[in-house]
């Protein structure tokens, strides 16, 4: 009996369960052979004694966990309790005008999980009750509609994985911050799957007027968060979603609907959207007057420059995720554009003076997080890693130094800059600016 | 100021926000007019009273909600708090040897959320350290390995989308069982992007010794489950993953790695992974004689039935999702099929008689759950609702009753048959067998 050991079934032994038999133990210490010579194995950081010996008994393997009946809604295991949005408390004035920033360091695919999904808020995070909530579509339109939530299911749906990033993102290092964290640099970015409908749809349902030419979003939040949006791109490739990642939307990305924006700043992607104007010219709000505009070295200021243009940045290793000694590691990261998809991605070990083409994982979809990985055999002599992200439209993803000469030191957003981390011969790493 | 009220932020007027203004109020009510004769917003149902009255004037639209530093980890709206996996507490002798399924009827795009994906434990669910686990290599190979976690990651990686299903999804219907309930007939699936390493790439580093045909797969569960598993497939499209949707594994998916065997049925996708063992012919596992295997008409077991067939469901409406009143509406599925990506789905709206062509949303990756719908004016006399799909190597999914000519009724596994949903004159659905 004793050596059918794991064939045992708890229904059997309510008790719990029997250590693995000796005989097991020396059948597994057998299997095992002493063959670590390999040099991939070396070469990994594998380590020999480890190979050579057998595998812990843990614990766990031993016991009985819980069932069906202790979870209804899942969460992480509790030794990924480090794998959590950060904020700067510095940053802003209050945490309701904030933004918190997406571990981007530890996501392995393209979908960025909700729970960790970055937030932006201009006046705090209201609980809306979808029940309540109500969408108005107004203005220069020959059939105005005031939506329940019940109302906009039912029109036709679609599912697209876009990314959605504050133009903020790595804003802090136009005049030479420098804050040693990948989470901190490029967190405000989180890629999703969404559903929703089209814009398109809807305002197809309202008809438009003569000289509709402009769309007025609002949002239900404090701030009445709003922005102007020219009609051709909401009847390009728009949505109004209230679906994430296969749920509702979270809170945080404006429960129960949203505005999308593919591409676009995400303060255009309008959250607990309850008002859509049209209009025959923009309102100049707020938000595209006083905020989000660019002011250049002459003087002027830049606004509505709503696409994120192709951008990149290596997530392993970075500041949070240092090599550990000389072999070979998997170079890993993301590349994005807002104009489409990413056609390129390159890799540079020596600060931009050679490069590699990287491998793109499949599926590459217009104005997604886009995966590479790229094999690196590290020597363990310092180096200088850069990746350099070209989308679709041929646009190549600029130097620090190429967009300061052209904006200047003054801007917060629109930093697409190539993004260097200095990897010391400790493996640890760095964010630093090449002049 | 007081028509500048929306515009109003926080860093200004901490003690909140006063209501919007009365002129405010009047130009959204001037603004909605009174258009609406459409006769597409009536077949919508969408209700006249609505379209013609303001907005409400919510109280969460007034008030301050929180900012990031409550949420370092996101949930979904208290709102939405029935959206949960479910079990049936009487269709196993334990919660530790059971099964939850996954709320199919809210799902909305391919991604089945981390939070609700269904559970099956053969011995509850083990808490596994990462730091204590290993993933041994060993029997038919050249040099057998002993990895931990660190080891796994750093072997090059990738990311799929695919989904898992339990063979003995709507296994309770082959004997005329009839749940009524989309959730419990069709939810032991969920789909993911999975990351990890291939396992070929695994064995290119333990490297095959002559006669290597089989790999048994072993968890760290109480169960110690174990499977065996052709070498063929292992070297096809097999993953060793240790990430989930954008994050570590859940604890009921594995963590911190499992087996992710694409198309095949779910309990082969071995969770805790601990032990592969290369050997040269199937071990026989009491989950591959007694368990997993269908008795058929003429007293013999089929087993080692691996691949799940085209197969596909309608998810709105549905028994927990009735349609109200008659109008139009768009029917919404999932297809999906182990072989490899689904080429067609078609809806029939009277139990199989007349058939339309679906639109299947992109992307449609193999393996995976492929979005489908399609537009459905219902004049409200009773339907009976049914999806069949076709995959890329032209299996059509088969009626219960085509099936049980072949296997009779004593299976409990691999029911990929036609679901039909009977919709009655009120817009309540049931589950019902057409003979």
């Known amino acids: 009996m004793a050596a059918d050991r794991r064939d045992v079934r708890p229904e059997f032994h309510p008790q719990g369960f029997a250590p693995v038999s000796p005989q097991r133990r020396g059948l597994l210490r057998a299997g095992l052979g002493l063959g670590a010579g390999s040099a991939l194995l070396a070469g990994r950081g594998l380590r020999a004694e480890e190979v050579a010996s057998p595998p812990a008994e843990a614990p766990y393997s031993l016991s009985l966990g819980p069932g069906v009946v202790d979870r209804v809604y899942g ?11 950060r904020n700067v408390p510095w940053l802003t004035a209050s945490p309701e005008t904030s933004i918190s920033f997406t571990p981007l360091q530890h996501q392995q695919g393209i ?15 209201p609980t809306v009750d979808p029940s309540e909530h109500r969408l108005m579509i107004h203005g220069l339109v020959d059939r105005p509609l005031l939506l329940t939530m019940e109302d906009l299911r039912r029109f036709p749906s679609v599912s697209r994985i876009h990314f959605i990033e504050c133009p903020a993102n790595g804003g802090m290092e136009w005049r030479g911050a420098q804050l040693n964290s990948l989470q901190f640099t490029h967190g405000m970015i989180g890629c999703a ?55 509702a939307l979270r809170p945080e990305q404006g429960y129960p609907v949203r505005l999308l924006i593919p591409g676009w700043q995400g303060n255009v992607n309008v959250k607990w959207l309850r008002r859509l104007e049209i209009g025959n010219q923009p ?69 931009g003076v050679n490069w590699q083409r990287a491998r793109l ?75």
Chains 1, 2 share one sequence.
């Open 75 to 85: 969460q992480p295991s509790r030794f990924e309790a480090g794998v959590i949005r």
């Open 111 to 125: 979908i960025t999980p909700s729970g960790v999904f970055f937030e932006r808020y201009h006046a705090g995070r």
């Open 193 to 247: 799957e969404w559903t929703g409908v089209k814009l398109s749809t809807l305002l197809e349902e309202t008809g438009l007027t003569r000289g509709a030419k402009w769309v007025l979003a609002e949002g239900a939040d404090g701030a009445h968060m709003n922005r102007s949006i020219p009609l051709e791109k909401c009847l390009d490739d728009c949505l109004v979603v209230y679906g994430q990642n296969g749920e």
């Open 283 to 351: 309102w100049f709000t707020r938000e595209e007057t006083s905020k989000y505009t660019e002011l250049m070295p002459d003087g002027r200021a830049r606004g509505f420059t709503w696409p994120l243009y192709a951008k990149s940045v290596i997530t392993f290793p970075c500041p949070e995720m240092p090599a550990k000694g000389p072999g070979i590691y998997e170079i890993r990261g993301f590349a994005w554009s807002g104009l489409g998809k990413v056609a390129q991605v390159d890799v540079s070990l020596d600060g």
């Open 361 to 435: 994982q499949e599926p590459v979809l217009p104005k997604a997080l886009t995966r590479f990985t790229l094999e690196w055999r590290w020597d363990g002599r310092p180096a200088l890693l850069q990746s350099r992200a070209v989308d679709e439209t041929g646009f190549v993803q600029p130097t620090l130094a190429a967009l300061r000469r052209v904006r200047g030191t003054n801007p917060i957003y629109n930093k697409n800059a190539i993004q260097t981390w200095q990897v010391k011969a400790d493996g640890t790493v760095f964010n630093v600016q090449l002049a």
